[in-house]
């Protein structure tokens, strides 16, 4: 367990939580509001920021003019990704954030850990005591453990 997590305010930008993860080499956090705990925002949060929803009606015939229609279609799609990819810096991490949170505490065993990673298919479990953030375990942490258990045999 790492008892000094990076975390990040819900309040802040999404560009500061962007640049948090790249600085410590890390793929998510755990999302503080003051002290309290409430959500994690990972590198897929802010991948799905990318992603442009297709138009609406999901069913497209062809025409004459499809050779004219199929790039605009697609001019179309890039300068609503365009406009996204402005607006993202200024998004705050608390509308961007997983709200599904799992978590362990201190006294919980390893295998406890790994079985909720698991079957959530997560990558970390912040670790809360008494209502507040004490640490996080990562699926790192547990193979490293492994790793050492392995050495010492």
Do not use: C, Y
Not at 1 to 12: C, D, G, R
Not at 86 to 114: F, Q, R, T, W, Y
Not at 125 to 152: F, K, Y
């Amino acid at each position: 367990m790492n008892v000094k997590p990076v975390t990040v305010q819900a309040e802040a930008p999404v560009s500061e939580a962007a640049l948090l993860l790249r600085e410590n080499k890390i793929s998510g956090m755990p999302v503080l509001d003051g002290e309290k705990l409430v959500g994690v925002v990972s590198e897929s949060d802010l991948l799905r920021l990318l992603s442009v929803d297709e138009e609406e009606g999901g069913l497209w015939l062809p025409s004459p003019f499809e050779v004219f229609e199929i790039p605009f279609r697609d001019l179309v799609k890039w300068e609503r990704m365009h406009a996204n990819l402005e607006e993202i810096p200024k998004k705050k991490v608390g509308n961007i954030m997983s709200l599904n949170l799992h978590d362990v505490g201190p006294d919980d065993s390893v295998e406890e850990a790994a079985s909720i990673m698991t079957r959530h298919r997560i990558n970390r479990l912040p670790v809360v005591e008494n209502g507040r953030l004490v640490g996080i375990v990562t699926r790192g942490d547990i193979i490293s453990g492994l790793g050492m258990q392995h050495a010492e045999t």
